[in-house]
């Protein structure tokens, strides 16, 4: 399978731990995004790399979320001191300059 | 603020039915407009996109209609099966930028057999 891909699929965390998802895009891609989306809404984004660089980030984003990509491949989402609030499903998509984004399976936190 | 507003939030159709899923948009920057499907547990699938510098596009059973005046755009499911029960959302993007998605709240259809 050569689609993006994000690990782990579930996380269940005590509220105040620090937890951590990755993400693998699809290979050829060198644009990657970050997405939440929580019960009965859409997607909404949080962040945006292209290649290494971290070009966008959403006032969603607080401070104590970060992103990385190191070397412009898998990408890392932390979360610090986790709270009930940030229980959701993060999405992970990835795409070319055209524009079309592919979503990975996601990651479901949820914050106990 | 929501930039995109999608309706029906949920619609029932019988199998072999038209769905029709509406979407309006406010800002006039956005210039890509793809639809995605979600089944329960899976990331947004993406169906098909269009571009405001056509009124329709076609892909299978799956057509979008655009309609740059009134900001508004729509899905059509032709022969609507069981199988396409699933959460449809439109989404918008601005070319040039980040690209990043704005979503619609999204509508449950569910076909019935």
């Known amino acids: 399978d050569t689609g993006v891909s994000q690990d782990p699929r579930h996380k269940i965390t005590k509220r105040g731990q620090n937890v951590t998802f990755r993400c693998d895009p699809i290979?050829?891609?060198?644009?990657l995004y970050w997405y939440r989306q929580t019960l009965g809404q859409g997607p909404e984004f949080l962040t945006y790399?292209?290649?290494?660089?971290?070009?966008?980030k959403s006032r969603l984003l607080s401070n104590r979320f970060s992103a990385e990509r190191p070397k412009g491949s898998f990408s890392t989402l932390e979360i610090q001191r986790t709270e009930q609030g940030d229980s959701a499903m993060y999405l992970c998509?990835?795409?070319?300059?055209?524009?079309?984004?592919?979503f990975g399976p996601g990651t479901r936190l949820t914050v106990t | 603020q929501q930039q995109v507003k999608q309706s029906p939030q949920s619609l029932i159709v019988q199998k072999g039915g038209i769905s029709i899923i509406n979407c309006a948009y406010e800002?006039?920057?956005?210039?890509?407009f793809p639809w995605y499907q979600q089944f329960p547990g899976k990331g947004p699938a993406l169906l098909i996109a269009i571009r405001p510098d056509v009124s329709e596009k076609k892909e299978g059973r799956f057509t979008i209609s655009f309609n740059k005046s009134a900001k508004q755009f729509s899905l059509h499911i032709m022969d609507s099966q069981p199988g396409d029960s699933a959460t449809y959302f439109c989404?918008?993007?601005?070319?040039?930028?980040?690209?990043?998605?704005?979503f619609g709240s999204g509508t449950q259809l569910t076909v019935l057999p």
């Open positions: 790399f292209q290649n290494e660089a971290q070009l966008e």
């Open positions: 290979s050829e891609h060198n644009r």
């Open positions: 989404a918008a993007s601005i070319s040039g930028s980040a690209r990043q998605l704005t």
């Open positions: 998509a990835s795409s070319t300059a055209k524009g079309e984004q592919y």
């Open positions: 800002n006039t920057a956005f210039d890509y």
